[in-house]
């Protein structure tokens, strides 16, 4: 089926503001309350949210195969578990409806666009979809590589099993939030001093994490497993993912069985999905694997993404501060292989399901993903705008990821995954 709502001639009748992130080439999906308490399901088109739960009910949707509710639901799994032959057709179908010159039907109908159509500033996003299951990979080679030089050898900072295997583990996914969500900081045990006992209070090494995140399909029935060739067909689209780490709480905690309280308090998500047909144009090899791969990990074409990251934190009441520039085609294992890998072993993938990247760092230092990495474990504070200086997060602190890709005049972008951090509740 091809991907008409990708031609980057179309203009749509709806504004859309210059160097918007949701032209009418992304069609995002969310989750939104409307004005009238309604949840429902939707998308965007420059600084309109479009209710598509009353476009359906409206018939505009006439022709494609939409059971009456499927966008008049709190998450979008039953809509993507549809599959990717429902997700192209009514894409190309909302593409087809906003398109300037198209379809006018709406577009001359005022009593229908007051139902359907809604300023953003009238809406309250939610999550966007039930996350059922949440797997967290390691799959940037210089994050992990920055990582092992910190706290190993910086000779053999990678594993032996790191170049062979995309390593992940799984996460919580009752703590996943939406952009806007404000983030308490954690309290726990910290590594101990010398008289052997551990610290505790509020984590001193709060950090964020630049990550981008794939929603899937259900794919395999338990015991089967998904190939790298096949696993786009499961992928439904990307987020934007800030995975925060208390780094003093992990520290102590994760040897031998990794990750739990320093990761679990809470991951943000940026609210709207963009698809993968959406970012199909800007698709790009990734970075060369040596040593090969095993036959199962072993993939042809372009399997990475081109998209530009940004990591700012902006302190209570002062102005925001870039202090990452990033890129998700960094990225040493890909989506593809990180997903045939998790299926490997017959573990059953359903709708809704979240797979984070790993925090997504470059080769130079403004590009590292953590202030673990920018700081360089506190040794070099970054100088905000205001003056201020930062080894780690502070109260107060706004943290904002922010994501797209441009080519031929056109940005797909994410919008902003956001978080403020408030002070840790007393123990």
């Known amino acids: 089926m091809p991907l008409t709502a990708n031609d980057p001639k179309f203009k749509s009748w709806l504004d859309v503001p210059s160097n918007s992130d949701f032209p009418i080439q992304n069609i995002p999906f969310g989750v939104f309350l409307t004005r009238d308490d309604i949840i429902t399901i939707g998308t965007r088109i420059g600084d309109t949210a479009i209710d598509l739960g009353a476009l359906h009910q409206l018939g505009y949707f006439k022709g494609i195969e939409l059971t009456d ?29 906003f398109r300037e010159n198209s379809d006018t039907e709406l577009r001359n109908n005022m009593e229908h666009r007051e139902k359907v159509l809604f300023k953003m500033d009238e809406i309250e996003m939610q999550l966007p979809v039930d996350v059922g299951d ?54 726990g045990q910290m ?64 040897v031998p069985l990794g990750p739990f309280l320093g990761k679990s308090f809470a991951s943000t998500i940026s609210p709207w999905i963009v698809t993968l047909d959406a970012l199909e144009p800007f698709r790009t ?36 501060t870039v202090v990452a520039n990033s890129n998700f085609k960094y990225m040493y294992w890909s989506m593809s292989q990180q997903f045939a890998h998790h299926t490997l072993n017959g573990c059953n993938v359903r709708s809704g399901d979240m797979m984070g990247s790993g925090t997504i760092s470059g080769p130079t230092k403004d590009s590292y993903g953590s202030m673990l990495e920018l700081t360089w474990r506190g040794q070099n504070p970054l100088t905000l705008k205001d003056g201020s200086k930062r080894k780690f997060i502070d109260d107060g602190d706004t943290v904002i990821l922010r994501g797209f890709s441009e080519r ?4 797909i972008g994410f919008g902003d995954c956001s978080g403020k951090i408030l002070p840790a509740l007393p123990y």
């Open 69 to 97: 509710d499927i966008f008049l639901q709190d998450s979008l799994n039953d809509f993507i578990a549809d599959g990717r032959k429902t997700w192209r057709l009514v894409r190309n179908r909302i593409s087809k409806i």
């Open 134 to 187: 949440y797997t967290d990979f390691y799959a940037s080679k210089e994050h992990a590589t920055n990582v092992g030089s910190l706290f190993r050898d910086p000779e053999n900072a990678l594993l032996p099993n790191w170049l062979r295997i995309p390593i992940g583990y799984h996460g919580r996914s009752s703590s996943i939030i939406p952009s806007g969500t404000p983030v308490r900081r954690p309290i």
């Open 191 to 254: 590594k101990p001093g010398d008289d052997g006992v551990p610290g505790f209070g509020p984590t001193k090494l709060l950090d964020f994490e630049l990550e981008m995140a794939f929603i899937t399909t259900a794919a395999n029935d338990l015991g089967k497993r998904i190939s790298v060739k096949e696993a786009e067909e499961y992928i439904f689209g990307l987020v934007l993912f800030n995975d925060w780490s208390a780094r003093d709480i992990q520290a102590w905690e994760y």
């Open 285 to 320: 090899k990734g970075p060369d694997q040596e040593p090969q791969p095993l036959p199962y990990l072993q993939q042809e074409g372009k399997k990475n993404f081109d998209i530009q990251l940004q990591a700012l934190i902006q302190p209570e009441d002062g102005d925001e």
């Open 408 to 411: 031929n005049g056109v940005r």
